[in-house]
Antibody, heavy 120, light 108 residues
Framework: EVQLVESGGGLVQPGRSLRLSCAAS????????MHWVRQAPGKGLEWVSG????????GYADSVKGRFTISRDNAKNSLYLQMNSLRAEDTALYYC?????????????WGQGTMVTVSS | SYVLTQPPSVSVAPGQTARITCGGN??????VHWYQQKPGQAPVLVVY???DRPSGIPERFSGSNSGNTATLTISRVEAGDEADYYC???????????FGGGTKLTVL
């Protein structure tokens, strides 16, 4: 079964850091780009960051650029998101998502998400 | 940055056809993807590359894209189609993925 499982969320104070992880199984992880997408409570989807299969291409939303770092370990079938200088507006459910196909920029597999709450 | 505009809500009676639009500057030149999200669940891809369906998605879901508007069409709407729907593209100029604001589909 193709599966993505996020972990690492929690309650953190403004200005602090948090590292999210996403464990992949059921597919050849290093064949696919991977992304993080977040959803603030009661709000819509917001793309956060993406990384190519070999980490050669990385992108960030303007709202997190310079604060968040995406990475992956293909040997461990894992995706990461290092989040620094967290703000209240970063509070959201964070999903990791797999691209449908190397040529298609859609997300066909999503995890269930890990909740990040930034509050003092 | 590229902006996608969706109506906040669409209502339709069971058995009728729902059309959800996604507006963007020259969106017809981009590949548009659509997601369905039900409360408390992760999004599900229902249409990719404007009009293709992943396996397991009913033929009732279809898409089109031309000019400045992409459209998700749901035929013979069922109560189970009630959900939030999001369009998404990749903006090559900024190398960023972009989501629309989402549309809540209500089945009357």
């Amino acid at each position: 079964e193709v599966q993505l499982v996020e972990s690492g969320g929690g309650l953190v104070q403004p200005g602090r850091s948090l590292r999210l992880s996403c464990a992949a199984s059921g597919f050849t992880f290093d064949d696919y780009a991977m992304h993080w997408v977040r959803q603030a409570p009661g709000k819509g989807l917001e793309w956060v960051s993406g990384i190519s299969w070999n980490s050669g291409s990385i992108g960030y939303a303007d709202s997190v650029k310079g604060r968040f770092t995406i990475s992956r370990d293909n040997a461990k079938n894992s995706l990461y998101l290092q989040m620094n200088s967290l703000r209240a507006e970063d509070t959201a459910l964070y999903y990791c998502a797999k691209v449908f196909d190397p040529r298609v920029s859609a997300f066909d597999i999503w995890g269930q998400g890990t909740m990040v709450t930034v509050s003092s | 940055s590229y902006v996608l505009t969706q109506p906040p809500s669409v209502s339709v009676a069971p058995g009728q056809t729902a059309r959800i639009t996604c507006g963007g500057n020259n969106i017809g030149s981009k590949s548009v993807h659509w997601y369905q999200q039900k409360p408390g669940q992760a999004p599900v891809l229902v249409v990719y590359d404007d009009s293709d369906r992943p396996s397991g998605i009913p033929e009732r879901f279809s898409g089109s894209n031309s000019g400045n508007t992409a459209t998700l069409t749901i035929s013979r709407v069922e109560a189970g189609d009630e959900a939030d729907y999001y369009c998404q593209v990749w903006d090559s100029s900024s190398d960023q993925m972009v989501f629309g604001g989402g549309t809540k589909l209500t089945v009357l």
